[in-house]
């Protein structure tokens, strides 16, 4: 549907599709016009507080293996019909 089809179709709508039509119109305004984020000035990724909060944790020192581990015990229900 070209522009000028979209255009002539919104006064067709009812009334409560033509409000909401106005408030996405004016989301999306409101949006391009803020100014776009400077990427310099973000925080390296590597420098942020959370990076190497478990460092310290022993049973975290083979990811994979505690990952593992966390799925075997927390996913895993196939005991539940061993007797």
């Keep these: 549907m070209t522009n000028e089809e ?3 179709e919104i006064p067709n709508l009812p009334k409560e599709v033509r409000l909401r039509i106005e408030k996405i119109v004016a989301a999306f305004r409101e949006r ?7 990427r310099s000035k ?3 990724l590597q420098d942020e507080p959370f ?3 478990w460092a310290d ?7 994979v293996e505690w990952v593992r581990n966390i799925r ?3 996913w895993d229900r196939s005991h539940r019909w061993k007797e």
């Design 72 to 74: 075997r015990t927390q």
């Design 51 to 53: 990076v190497g909060m």
């Design 57 to 63: 944790r022993e049973d975290m020192k083979d990811p």
């Design 42 to 44: 973000r925080t390296p």
């Design 32 to 38: 391009s016009n803020k100014p776009s984020e400077d």
């Design 6 to 8: 979209l255009i002539k």
